[in-house]
């Protein structure tokens, strides 16, 4: 059996991953591709658990250390149970979030260090590293305008300072610098439409050789 192919889709507040994701996986599926859809944190019972304390707002109080090993924790859940088994079976897994927002969030953003959460996380990874990171890369006064816009309610992550959305928004752009083989930065202050073509584009051209399907 063929090994699957791992897509995380990365970006600051406001980037609109969650609608590109849904975008993804329709063309996907509309393909014949056997995927798995799933989000960090989360993605599991105790993830999602976790992801209620991370995001919740009465905990103001929560150190950056803390968010930091609870974000690490969901994820080991998440690679196990979720990831994992799913790639080993030859499927698409495509995650809203992995550890390339650690990296950002609290490396960068928090200010812990880049190496130190990615350290951090190693053991929680077990090596399932992505085949392809799509980054929906908006400036942090574009995210803000699109936040202050949405109707949803706000969660402990959306009521930062605009200093931490600017750290969160370097260390991508760092991290993509660093990873160009694995990185596609993608201009997501286009429209929707505009973003969906261009990540459909950069996708389909890497899945057929991997899952030993003809280009169309």
């Known amino acids: ?31 014949g591709y056997p995927i798995v859809v799933t989000r960090e944190p989360g993605g599991t019972r105790i993830g999602e658990q976790i992801r209620a304390i991370t995001h919740n707002q009465e905990n103001v109080d929560m150190e950056s250390t803390t968010e930091a090993y609870l ?8 690679v196990a149970q979720i990831i994992e088994p799913a790639i080993a079976s030859g499927k698409i897994v495509l995650c809203d979030r992995y550890v390339d927002s650690s990296i950002a969030y609290q490396g960068y953003g928090r200010k812990l260090g880049a190496d130190t959460i990615a350290g951090l996380n190693a053991l929680a990874i077990n090596g399932a590293k992505p085949d392809l990171t799509l980054l929906l890369s908006v400036t942090p006064e574009v995210g803000n305008k699109r936040r202050t816009k949405s109707a949803k309610t706000k969660d402990r992550l959306d009521l930062q300072q605009h200093d931490f959305y600017s750290r969160v928004h370097d ?3 760092a991290l993509a610098k660093k990873d160009p083989n694995r990185y596609v930065v993608i201009d ?19 899945l057929p050789a991997r899952n030993g399907k003809t280009k169309t």
Request: charge should be negative; avoid cysteine; hydrophobic fraction near 45%.
């Open 1 to 31: 059996m063929k090994r699957g192919f791992f897509i995380t889709i990365e970006g600051g507040e406001g980037a609109g991953k969650s609608i590109q994701v849904e975008i993804l996986a329709s063309h996907l599926r509309e393909e």
């Open 71 to 78: 974000m690490a924790a969901a994820r080991a859940q998440h």
């Open 171 to 173: 260390g991508y752009l």
């Open 188 to 206: 997501a202050e286009k429209s929707i439409v505009q973003v969906a073509q261009t990540i459909w584009d950069e996708v389909h051209t890497r």
